[in-house]
């Protein structure tokens, strides 16, 4: 059944096309707007704008679902690993045994960087942001493998799994730059997360090998920042990549917009946030009660989302894992008490009941990340190795669209009409 949207405009009154998706989801295709009324469609920050079609994560905020290509989160983090599940976001499906040995032993053929790359990272100063090291090494990528510049459908596996397996050698390599430590080179004996570790950990006569339940938390946190649709750093990705810029480089964009504390970098802030209430600094009736006070610019970190209209399924999964892994590890964080305290007052309160403000992925995961030694300035950096798959997929999929148009959207001027240039003598 065809189904049509009507706008009438003044004497204008066209029928607009309503497309529904796999889920029922419905919305009006403004294509032919301008071309049939002159009128553009107005929506700063987009949360009213379908950017795409796409085949890859489902999310349905009100539920609180999150599917990848099909599949329920839930049921991923049970059963599945991070690697199968970066497969699955790029490729489709999921892998066969074959393909899952065969993405395993390429991804340790690209785990080792080019020892010109050393130099790179010398350059860059002790205290850098690992962030900022991360997004430029990943650009510096393209300078070693120019050939991803004109990349064919072909040379596309190898450029991916290149991509997911240097990220990982590439932060670890952010971390030791950043404490004056020597470059640990990734062990071809190792699977995907325990080489990471063992790359931040090791010393060069010490080699470290994580703890199981260590490798097991970190491998879930990884999986559920795989993927999340359209957000900030996704749509980035595809944005950047709908010039047609490289793989590399489009996803060095996605780093730099998953940084921003509203977005990826918020993990952080809520390590900061829960830091400052057990310092003394605040209480946690306190913080909520900043957090309500619009004059005082203070958002509760790791609360809210832009979909999410209930519980981040997420945040649900990584609460428990928070809880078994302190338990599993003897760590008696105060911090994880002290998030439950603010989520249990939050979710009492009208304020953030109203505007249905529930925890998000980031709330939970920096107590978890802190409980297994990851540095603080490195949280974002772990979200941003998780997401390297959604990234990839979605640039993939931006680039394989038919007709795959450059985005560019419209604006609404309303800055000052003609004028008339004026002498510097006369001003
Ligand atoms: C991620 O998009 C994704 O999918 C992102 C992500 C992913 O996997 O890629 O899920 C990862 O980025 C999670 C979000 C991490 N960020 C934070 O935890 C920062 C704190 N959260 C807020 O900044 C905010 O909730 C956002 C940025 C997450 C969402 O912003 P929106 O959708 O623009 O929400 P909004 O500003 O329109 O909020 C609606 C109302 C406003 O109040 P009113 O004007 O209606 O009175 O809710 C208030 C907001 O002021 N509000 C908050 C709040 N979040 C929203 N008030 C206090 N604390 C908060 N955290």
Redesign the pocket.
């Known amino acids: 059944m065809t189904r049509s949207a009507t706008l009438t405009y003044g004497d204008k009154r066209i029928e607009l096309p309503v497309i529904e998706g796999s889920e029922g989801e419905l919305a009006v295709d403004v294509t032919q707007l301008r071309a049939q009324t002159g009128l553009i469609t107005l929506d700063p920050?987009y949360?009213n704008t379908g950017a795409c079609l796409s085949t890859i994560t489902y999310i349905d905020g009100e539920k609180g679902i999150l599917r990848y290509r099909g599949i329920p989160i839930e049921e991923l983090a049970e059963r599945s690993s991070f690697i199968e599940t970066a497969w699955l976001l790029i490729f489709g499906k999921l892998p066969t045994q074959a393909q899952l040995d065969h993405f395993s032993a390429r991804l340790t053929a690209h785990a080792p960087l080019h020892e010109s790359f050393k130099h790179h990272f010398e350059g860059f100063p002790v205290n850098a942001p690992p962030m900022a090291m991360l997004s430029a090494m990943i650009n510096t990528l393209c300078c070693f493998y120019p050939e991803v510049q004109d990349m064919t459908e072909e040379d596309f596996f190898e450029e991916a799994t290149r991509l997911v397996s240097k990220v990982r050698t590439i932060a670890a390599y952010t971390y030791r730059r950043s404490l004056g430590l020597p470059f640990i080179y990734p062990d071809p004996k190792l699977r995907y997360v325990t080489n990471f570790l063992h790359m931040m950990f090791s010393m060069p006569f010490d080699q470290h090998i994580a703890s199981r339940e260590v490798v097991e938390a970190l491998n879930l946190i990884l999986l559920l920042?795989a993927d999340?649709?359209q957000?900030?750093?996704?749509s980035t990705v595809r944005v950047v990549g709908s010039s047609r810029a490289n793989l590399f480089s489009s996803c060095a964009a996605g780093v730099c917009a998953l940084w921003g504390?509203?977005?990826?970098g918020?993990n952080v802030?809520v390590l900061d946030m829960l830091e400052a209430i057990h310092k003394g600094g605040l209480s946690a009736e306190h913080t909520l009660e900043m957090?309500?006070d619009?004059k005082s610019g203070f958002?509760?970190?790791?609360?809210?989302?832009?979909?999410y209209k209930n519980f981040?399924p997420r945040a649900v999964i990584l609460k428990k894992s928070a809880d078994k892994v302190l338990g599993q590890l003897g760590v008696n964080d105060p911090l994880l008490d002290i998030a439950r305290r603010l989520e249990e007052l939050a979710l009492k309160d009208s304020y953030f009941v109203e505007?249905k403000?529930y925890p998000?992925?980031?709330f939970y995961s920096g107590i978890l990340m802190r409980a297994m030694g990851i540095p603080t300035n490195m949280f974002t950096v772990i979200f941003a190795i998780g997401r390297m798959p959604g990234w990839i997929a979605h640039w993939k999929e931006q680039h394989d669209s038919e007709g795959g148009r450059i985005a560019r959207p419209r604006q609404i001027y309303t800055g000052p009409t003609t004028s008339a240039y004026v002498p510097v003598s006369e001003r």
């Open positions: 920050g949360g920042h999340h649709e957000n900030c750093s996704t504390p509203l977005h990826g918020a802030a957090a309500k619009k958002k509760l970190m790791g609360f809210g989302h832009r979909v981040d505007r403000l998000n992925v980031d």
